[in-house]
């Protein structure tokens, strides 16, 4: 597979063209593809020595698992998934913008209005994560991507069910520092409040432009996590309760999801009181609140204070760490699973450029018109091939008539069948029980063929008659010549009148996993081009075979001496008498 940073990568990868890279972390690579249907989708594949690993296969199945379990406009869902083979692959809806962090980073905080839907828009995800009894364990700027102005949470890189085996192990964990919950830090029992604390954090960074507990080194970040020490006083006034709620240290003092989205929509930038302490005090406000008691009934006897007198010097600590401007930086590696959908990163300025970032200006994004370029070659070499099959049916028009009526039933079939298959993975992904539901269904699809075949052969019969008497008396044709292309506009008619359209679509289908490039669409395209040419410059340069019926002038005097000479009785006769030659005529209702 080409991995490179091309607009175009001419590959595929299951039912997918790959089109190009736009984003890779430590699991895999995430290509930009297009599904059968010219939809844009965002397609996570595994590295080698990644799918070489079980237990890296385990963590995929487990991130697929849980996405499905989740159905919220505010969560990407997946739409596809390969796992058993030997590239395994997760295919996402395609999500076109920026993440959370390269819009704050590079166009600064958010305004009052973006960052209430911005919460808003996270709570009313998080309910849907938690209702499907998910945790998602890293919810941070990098997974939260902003299409338009509505958020959407991505990679489930590291989510687990409820009470599911944990994925850490003793002393270690998984996931960004700066906007973990304390319980996850200390290794202690992890619950869904987790969450709601990484996104009070989430929402910090919007709202300030950095993380709620500082940028210094790794150890200081998760003292301030532990300790409680958020830097509410950066926060705009009216966001400080809302935060302090949602960030408190221990887990049972923090909302849940349901409550923390009534609060964020209870969110009004007007008003600017900092109500730090609720009307139902958390166990931890609570027991500070006691202690302060405690030492107020106690002050009277407490010695009075020298404020002359210096107190003892205290340690002297290093100068908190001030991070370099933006501009300074120097590119950052790919975080590991940072993104399932959307860009990459803008490219940072060079350090000699201002510091002010530049407006990142997203990649142009293919228009509708252009979606439908993915599927032009195989809908042309289809085009082709039935202008070669009518060209047969002209030349012989009995033989390929019967051909083009067996082919229509066996792509009508084939669409029943595969079309909803394709139709259920892209709602729940890839099953085992797949190819055991397409055997159960076969009965059921040929049945249904056949009863949608029976309604649409004769009205192409019919069109093929209307063809016929137009070139008969219209143009002055011969009856043999007439009918021969009657024949031809009843084959067209098979795949293009009401009910051909299954049929259509199933060749279109089959060409397309068939061209696995536009090498081969072109190859396929030269070849099925000059065997359409052939085929048309043969049937009309010479007289049509009627094997294994008789010419229908022939039939036609026949059936005048008997006297059978109107148009219903002209048609019935011919119809009679072509089911007769062919062994068939049990079939004739004349008979």
């Not at 993440?99 to 808003?120: N, S």
């Not at 700027?141 to 102005?149: C, D, K, T």
């Amino acid at each position: 597979m080409s991995t490179g940073g091309d607009t175009q990568t001419p590959e595929r990868l299951g039912p997918y063209r790959l089109v190009r890279r736009i984003g890779e972390g430590g699991m895999g690579v995430v290509h930009l593809g297009v599904d059968g249907d010219g939809r844009e989708v965002a397609v996570k594949v595994l590295h080698p020595h990644v799918a070489a690993d079980l237990k890296a296969r385990d963590r995929l199945t487990r991130e697929v698992e849980t996405m499905r379990r989740v159905r919220s406009p505010y969560v990407a869902e997946v739409l596809d998934a390969e796992l058993v083979g030997g590239q395994p692959y997760v295919v996402t809806r395609f999500a076109p913008g920026r993440t959370l962090e390269e819009t704050v980073l590079a166009d600064g905080a958010l305004e009052a209005r973006q960052i209430i839907k911005l919460a808003q828009g996270l709570c009313q995800a998080l309910v849907a994560i938690h209702a499907a009894d998910v945790i998602h364990r890293d919810f941070k700027p990098s997974n939260v991507m902003l299409v338009g102005e509505e958020p959407l949470v991505i990679d489930f890189g590291i989510a687990h069910l409820v009470n599911a085996t944990r994925l850490t192990q003793t002393g270690m964990f998984v996931g960004t520092p700066g906007y973990l919950a304390p319980e996850i830090i200390r290794d202690s029992d992890i619950t869904q409040k987790a969450d709601v604390h990484s996104l009070a954090s989430t929402v910090f960074f919007a709202a300030v432009g950095g993380p709620p507990f500082g940028t210094g080194t790794f150890e200081a970040v998760c003292f301030n996590i532990m300790e409680g020490r958020a830097q509410l006083d950066k926060a705009p006034v009216w966001l400080r309760g809302w935060l302090s709620r949602a960030l408190q240290v221990e887990p049972e003092d923090r909302p849940d999801a349901r409550e923390l989205l009534k609060m964020a929509k209870a969110l009004d930038p007007s008003v600017t009181t900092f109500h730090e302490t609720p009307p139902e005090a958390p166990s931890r406000t609570r027991r500070l609140l006691n202690r302060t008691r405690v030492m107020e009934s106690f002050a009277d006897v407490l010695p009075p204070v020298d404020y002359d007198r210096r107190p003892p010097a205290r340690e002297e600590r290093p100068p908190p760490y001030v991070p370099a401007p933006i501009s300074a930086r120097p590119p950052a590696a790919p975080r590991p699973d940072q993104r399932v959908a959307g860009y990459p990163a803008p490219p940072p300025t060079r350090p000699s450029a201002q510091p002010q970032a530049r407006p990142y200006t997203p990649p142009p994004q293919p228009r509708p018109a252009e979606r439908k370029r993915y599927l032009v070659g195989s809908q042309f070499v289809g085009l082709l091939l039935m202008v070669s099959l009518v060209a047969l049916a002209v030349m012989m028009p009995v033989v390929v008539s019967m051909v083009a009526i067996v082919l229509a039933l066996v792509f009508r079939m084939g669409e029943y069948l595969f079309g909803d298959m394709v139709k259920r993975r892209q709602v729940r992904g890839s099953s085992a029980a797949d190819p055991l539901l397409v055997l159960v269904g076969t009965p059921w699809a040929l049945v249904k063929a056949a009863l949608v075949s029976v309604a649409q052969v004769p009205l192409s019969i019919l069109f093929g008659v209307c063809v016929w008497g137009v070139l008969r008396w219209g143009g002055g044709m011969g009856v043999n010549e007439a009918a021969a292309y009657a024949a031809g506009a009843f084959t067209a008619g098979l795949f293009l009148l009401p009910g051909g359209g299954a049929p259509r679509k199933a060749v279109t289908r089959t060409l397309t996993a068939t061209l696995r490039s536009p090498g081969a669409a072109l190859v396929a395209t030269v070849a099925v081009g000059t065997l359409a040419l052939f085929a048309v410059m043969f049937a009309l340069g010479q007289d049509p075979s009627w094997e294994p019926w008789r010419a229908p002038e022939t039939v036609i005097n026949e059936l005048t001496e008997r006297a059978q000479d109107s148009a219903v009785g002209l048609i019935t006769g011919l119809i009679g008498d072509l089911l007769k030659n062919l062994g068939l005529g049990f079939l004739s209702p004349w008979s």
